[in-house]
């Protein structure tokens, strides 16, 4: 079977096919399920990490498991390099490409992960950016995957800010053939031009896309649970306005009773327990917030595996 990820970039779900989206979903769970028989599949490779917004869980999947696959990496603070100093960036992508292997970056702009993609000659990972979180997406729907045995005909319903995460479940589940229903408070929906990508993908995948203000009317016969934080990296200016705004579309056991009955929640945290999700529901047996975080060091391997390694 050809790969045909190796040596692209992924920066947004609307750049891989079904089955390619699929396929790094099916190796992330095989890794997980014997990690020492890729042990030395990306040897001497280097993955460049670089990061304008603060990162735990993607810091840590992406460096421990370009180690554990044989890699190194190289951890850039944007502001400790002449990117944080003007240098324009196809410099930046130009030299780069002639020191490592793949770049992963976290940052604000997707013009700018766009432009360094444009011009390096090696993939670049959008490890997070205002408008996507392919990354995060891959380990929550290996995580689905895992609890529900399938994507396709599953109904996931995503609770608050119209932000990076209810983009990338638009995309991703109108990708998979998977229900997607979205409930923010008015003004605070995704941004119309990812509704109409998913809305066309539906048509062609059979999924269904709703956009609500509602919170219990999306959650409705939900599978799948999740939400995310209401002020977002570069919106904390707003979180007391926020809590005000958002304050109806908490996930508690009021709005969960609207789901299935073995209803799986997620969260891609960090996570405020008494904002958008009170601590019942993130703490109780319905949750999956640990497995998902695990599976991003899963996922991360696949996808890393995928652009650099011709298997």
């Not at 995060?136 to 729907?141: E, K, M, R, V």
Request: hydrophobic share 40%.
């Amino acid at each position: 079977m050809i790969n045909s990820l190796y040596g692209k970039s992924v920066l947004d779900l609307t750049e891989l096919t079904k089955e390619e989206f699929l396929s790094i979903i099916e190796l992330a769970i095989a890794i997980k399920a014997k990690p020492e028989a890729y042990r030395g599949v990306l040897a001497g490779k280097i993955l460049a990490m670089i990061f304008e917004k603060n990162s735990t869980r993607t810091r840590v999947s992406f460096e421990a498991g370009i180690i554990q696959l044989g890699g190194q990496a190289i951890v850039l603070d944007s502001k400790s390099t002449q990117m944080g100093r003007g240098e324009p960036i196809k410099d930046t992508a130009k030299v780069m490409s002639r020191y490592v292997d793949a770049i992963m970056i976290r940052t604000y702009s997707d013009q700018m992960v766009a432009e360094l993609a444009g011009e390096a000659s090696i993939p670049i990972i959008n490890g997070l950016t205002d408008n996507h979180h392919p990354c995060q997406i891959l380990a929550d729907f290996q995580t689905i995957y895992e609890q529900k045995g399938k994507l396709e005909g599953i109904k996931l319903t995503y609770i608050g800010d119209g932000n990076n995460m209810a983009h990338s479940f638009l995309l991703g589940g109108s990708l998979v053939g998977m229900d997607v229903s979205i409930a923010s408070p008015k003004g605070y929906e995704p941004k119309k031009e990812f509704v109409a990508l998913a809305k066309k993908n539906a048509k062609i995948s059979g999924s269904k896309i709703e956009i609500l203000n509602d919170p219990e009317q999306a959650a409705k016969n939900a599978d799948v649970l999740v939400t995310d934080v209401w002020a977002s990296m570069g919106d904390e200016s707003e979180q007391k306005e926020r809590e005000a705004v958002f304050k109806t579309f908490q996930v508690n056991n009021r709005l969960a009773v609207q789901a299935k009955k073995d209803y799986l929640f997620l969260h891609c945290l960090p996570a405020h327990r008494g904002e958008e999700v009170s601590a019942d529901i993130i703490d109780g047996t319905h949750s999956a917030i640990y497995q998902e975080a695990e599976n991003r060091l899963h996922a991360q391997k696949a996808l890393m595996v995928k652009v650099m390694a011709n298997l």
